[in-house]
């Protein structure tokens, strides 16, 4: 089993410091899956479930080149991002509404970063949006980490000013006893 799950296990995302959590992510940042090893999809992402409990849910993503998610929150759940391989940009959103009408949602960019491998981001707000995207001409991987499965969260049209509920799905699950050299 996959070091970063027996850690959480034992202690919670939640009831750790960012140094402590970037530290469990560096420690097992050999241990993953390569892009090629994953479950793919030209031009988009792929979500493979390493692991789920009601505490925490970790997920890798594999991003083709050219995949772009929607902008999207994390259905309130706090939300770590930790980047494997290549490179990951993130669009940063702000939600200008107070969220009252259901469908509606005014958002606009508020800035973006490029994160490398070794980089992280932390979602935590309700209306804490992103669209992430890979980076260049090669696929990435992120690791995941989410205080809580995500089971549903918001999917937002920037300019049609609209949200839809969109549900957490995975493309492949991986096997707890799985040995992936490092």
Known sequence: MYRLVPDFRFRGPLDRSASEIEALF??????????????????????TRVYVDSRFEIVLLNWAEGAVSPIHDHGGQ???MYVLEGAIDVADYARLDAGEVPGYAHVEPTGSCRL???EIDLRSGPYDLHRVSAAGSAPAVSLHVYAAPLRQYLVYDENARRCQAA??????????????AG
């Open 26 to 47: 560096a420690g097992s940042a050999g241990s993953w899956p390569r892009s090629r090893d994953l479950s793919s999809r030209a031009g988009d992402y792929t979500r």
């Open 78 to 80: 706090h939300c770590w």
């Open 116 to 118: 490398g491998v070794g």
């Open 167 to 180: 549900f957490g799905r995975y493309d492949a699950i991986l096997s707890g006893d799985l040995k992936v």
